[in-house]
């Protein structure tokens, strides 16, 4: 069977809403139970480290990339884990391991992957899903941002619909669903 892997972008910080933590760990363990690799940032910590952890409990396969200067909460349960030296490097390489998109919540680095991603999926670079999780609105002040982007003529409308948005684990699952069946071949055939 041929792999197919979900890149999930995360915030990395300590003390996040545990409701936001319940989330990770539910992804984690619903793209382990497809049979499917988890790519992420590398960290034992946050939500990265919530999502991963759930992944490896339920026999999952996981990939980190991470930034040597992160060492200190490098995952330790991840066999395969790509050390690199700056953010491009590590930007390129979870893209490049992905065959789809998720973003959780997070910060500035988080929204930084998911611009890129966007601009990328935008232009056409790649026609990988795209899905922003977007549990009780996290997301909502972006969006609307987008929305005023299309107001003011600067983006055009159709550009909204590179992104999915969705707001729990089962609907963000149909959207990625969709896509490895498309991509990958049928049992027994």
Request: net charge negative; with cysteine.
């Amino acid at each position: 069977m041929a792999r197919f892997a979900v890149t999930v972008y995360a915030g990395s910080r300590r003390g996040y809403p545990e409701a936001y933590g319940t989330l990770a760990r539910e992804l984690g363990r619903a793209v382990a139970g497809r049979g499917w690799v988890l790519v992420y940032g590398g960290a034992n910590i946050g939500l990265m480290g919530a999502c991963a952890d759930a992944a490896l409990d339920a026999g999952g396969r996981v990939e980190g990339v991470i930034l040597d200067t992160f060492a200190r909460v490098l995952h330790r349960r991840v066999e395969s884990m790509e050390i690199v030296s700056n953010m491009r490097d590590r930007k390129a390489s979870l893209a490049h391991r992905g065959d789809a998109f998720v973003v959780l919540p997070g910060a500035f680095g988080t929204l930084e992957e998911l611009s890129e991603i966007l601009v990328e999926r935008q232009l056409a670079i790649h026609r990988k899903p795209l899905v922003l999780l977007d549990p009780d609105g996290y997301w909502s002040p972006l969006r609307a941002q987008f929305e005023t982007m299309v107001g003011t003529g600067l983006l055009e409308p159709e550009y909204l619909g590179v992104l999915d948005v969705v707001h729990d684990v089962p609907a963000a699952m149909a959207v990625i669903a969709a896509a490895a069946a498309a991509r990958l071949p049928s049992p027994g055939g």
